[in-house]
C-alpha cells in the first residue's frame, strides 16, 4: 500500500464514458479477446486488459516502442517517460507503474497524475460512438480522430481518446486535489503527451 502522500488523485471519471463506450464497441465488435474494460474500487476508469496480448500495430505505423507479444500494460507504459510528463506537467511524477491493464505516472495529491490505457477497438466503431456523445469535444490537430472530455469535480480532469485503425488510447489527466484545475491548460498538456504516445504505438 502506498504511502498517503504517494498516493494519486482519483480518477473522478474523466474517461468513464471512453471506457463505457470501449465496453459497447468491444463488446459488438468482438475486436478484444480480453476482459471488458471496468471501474476499478478506488473510482479509477480503466480497461482490465493485464495479461492480455498487446493492441495490435496500426496498419501505416512504424511499430515505435510497443512491441509484439508484449501486455497490455507494457505497451502503456512504453508509450511515455517520466522525464517526459515531467517536463509537460511541471511536477514530479513516479515512473510508470502497471495498472488495471494500463499505466499510471503518479504525483503528489495536489499535483497532476496521467494515466493511459489501450484497448482493441476498429477506428469506426470508436468515431461513430464518441461522434454521437455530446459530451466529447472533437479535436483537430492530431493525426487520428481524437476526442476531449472535462470533470470539474474534485479538483477538474480530463481525458483525451485517440481513435487509431485498430487501437483506442485514452490519456486521463488529473488536477490536484487543492484547487480547481485550469481546463485549457490540462488540455494542452494533454495534447503534448497523447502526440508523444501515438508516435510510439
Known amino acids: 500500500m502506498r504511502e498517503p502522500a504517494r498516493w494519486c488523485p482519483p480518477r473522478i ?22 476482459p471488458a474494460p471496468a471501474s476499478g474500487s478506488d473510482g479509477i476508469s480503466s480497461m482490465p486488459l493485464e495479461g492480455s496480448a498487446a493492441p495490435p500495430t496500426p496498419a501505416g505505423s ?19 517517460e517520466a522525464e517526459e510528463i515531467v517536463d509537460v506537467v511541471g511536477n514530479s511524477v513516479e515512473s510508470g507503474t502497471a495498472a488495471l491493464g494500463g499505466c499510471e505516472w503518479i504525483s503528489e495529491p495536489d499535483e497532476t497524475s496521467i494515466q493511459i490505457v489501450t484497448s482493441d477497438v476498429a477506428e469506426a466503431a470508436c468515431t461513430d460512438a464518441f ?34 485503425a485498430s487501437t483506442m488510447l485514452i490519456l486521463n489527466i488529473t488536477g490536484g486535489l487543492d484547487d480547481e484545475a485550469d481546463e485549457q491548460a490540462l488540455l494542452g498538456q494533454a495534447r503534448q503527451l497523447v502526440e508523444m504516445a501515438l508516435e510510439r504505438l
Open 13 to 34: 471519471g474523466p474517461s468513464a464514458v471512453a471506457v463505457a463506450i470501449a465496453v459497447s464497441l468491444v463488446a459488438a465488435c468482438g475486436a478484444s479477446e480480453s
Open 131 to 164: 461522434d454521437a456523445d455530446e459530451s466529447q469535444e472533437r479535436l483537430t490537430g492530431f493525426t487520428v480522430p481524437a476526442y476531449w472530455f472535462y470533470a470539474s469535480e474534485v479538483g477538474g480532469g480530463g481525458a483525451i481518446t485517440a481513435c487509431l
Open 62 to 80: 512504424t511499430g515505435g516502442e510497443a512491441t509484439a507479444g508484449a501486455t497490455a500494460d507494457d505497451v502503456a507504459c512504453s508509450l511515455l
